[in-house]
C-alpha cells in the first residue's frame, strides 16, 4: 500500500513541478498530489495505476468535449479532483480484471488481446 501512495503521489508531483518548470504557473495543485497518495495508500499500487489512467482518460474527453462546445477556452483552468473522484467510484464498482481489459485494450487501440 505505500508503494501504492508512492506511485500515485508521485505520478502528479512530477507533472506539477516539470509543468511549473516549463510553464512557470501551476498545472495542477497540490491538493491533487495529496489526493492520489492518499488514495494510493488506500487503494494499492495496480488500482491507483488504473484510477490515474481513468482520470487523465476522463478527463481529456470531457476537455475536448468542451472545447469543441466552446464552454471553455485553451486558456482556462478545470479542476482535476473531480476526474479523480469518478475514477475512484468506477475502481469501486467494476472488478480490476475487467477494468484493466477494458483500459489496455483502449490504450493499447485494440491490440491487447487478453
Known sequence: MLLGMLVGGGIFLIITLVAKGIYGKEAMGT???????ALG???GLSNIIAITLMSFLIGAILSITLLLMKRKKVDEYLSFGPFI?????????????ILQNIL??????GLYRN
Do not use: E
Not at 468506477?90 to 472488478?95: A, E, F, K, N, R
Not at 489496455?104 to 487501440?109: E, G, K, N, S, Y
Open 31 to 37: 491538493g491533487d498530489v495529496k489526493l492520489m497518495g
Open 41 to 43: 495508500l488506500y487503494f
Open 85 to 97: 473522484v469518478v475514477s475512484c467510484i468506477i475502481s469501486m464498482l467494476i472488478p480490476f480484471s
Open 104 to 109: 489496455m485494450t483502449i490504450f493499447t487501440l
